[in-house]
């Protein structure tokens, strides 16, 4: 058999131009791809518990392109959702990426631009070539939001509380019973387990 293209890579790209070309001009595509599955990196199944998981992290959608949603349209239905990305760790929700809100928070009072970044000039270690993203975060905004961090790739999107769907606000705190729903990558699950549920606690 024959293909009139051979498109190496089954995520958007290649999806998406297969799409093009089959639909478009009727040619034929060959996608190949050196992962056991389609989507690249937006990829998504069901876990053994049922649950659908991103192994390469969280995925949504969002555009402000009335033509790309038309066009996705033709292949998916649609979920509305309102996502609030909160991280978890020193018994709170903290808003993140760092910015002016996180910085409020963390020094527990309102505050002005101008007085975080005096604030950061102090914190910031000055590093010249950092070689890794704890070193990139220490020069940027120094140790004391550094160490608020959650690993990296995990975020924790609602709280299951008596039966209902708590979604974190920066106030929320977790208490005892609750269920709490993450989404992370594999190698980063260890760390969040310890963000949320504290050091040696079982999982
Ligand atoms: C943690 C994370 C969160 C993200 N969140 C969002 C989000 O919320 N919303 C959003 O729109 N985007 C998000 N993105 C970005 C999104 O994943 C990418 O924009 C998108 O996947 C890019 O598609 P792509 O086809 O260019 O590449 P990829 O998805 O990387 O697909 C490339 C494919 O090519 C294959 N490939 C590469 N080289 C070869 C080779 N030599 N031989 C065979 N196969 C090969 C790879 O295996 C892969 O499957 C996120 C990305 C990450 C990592």
Known sequence: MTWDYLIVGAGFAGAVLAERLAS???????????????????????????????????????????????????????????????????????????????????????????????????????????????EVILSQVGRPLYELRLPPDATIVAIIREGHVVIPQPETVITDGDEVLALTVPEAESALRSAVLGEGDAP
């Open 24 to 134: 478009q001009r009727g040619a034929t595509c060959l996608v190949v791809d050196r992962r056991n599955h389609i989507g690249g990196n937006a990829y998504d199944r069901f876990d053994s518990a049922g649950v659908l998981i991103h192994p390469y992290g969280p995925h949504y959608f969002r555009t402000n392109s009335q033509r790309i949603v038309d066009y996705l349209s033709q292949f998916t239905e649609w979920r509305a959702v309102e996502y609030r990305v909160l991280s978890w760790t020193k018994g709170a929700f903290w808003q993140f990426p760092i910015n002016l809100n996180t910085f409020e928070q963390f020094i527990g009072r309102p505050s002005t631009s101008e007085e975080m970044e005096r604030t950061l000039a102090e914190w910031r270690i000055p590093i010249t070539n950092p070689q890794n993203s704890e």
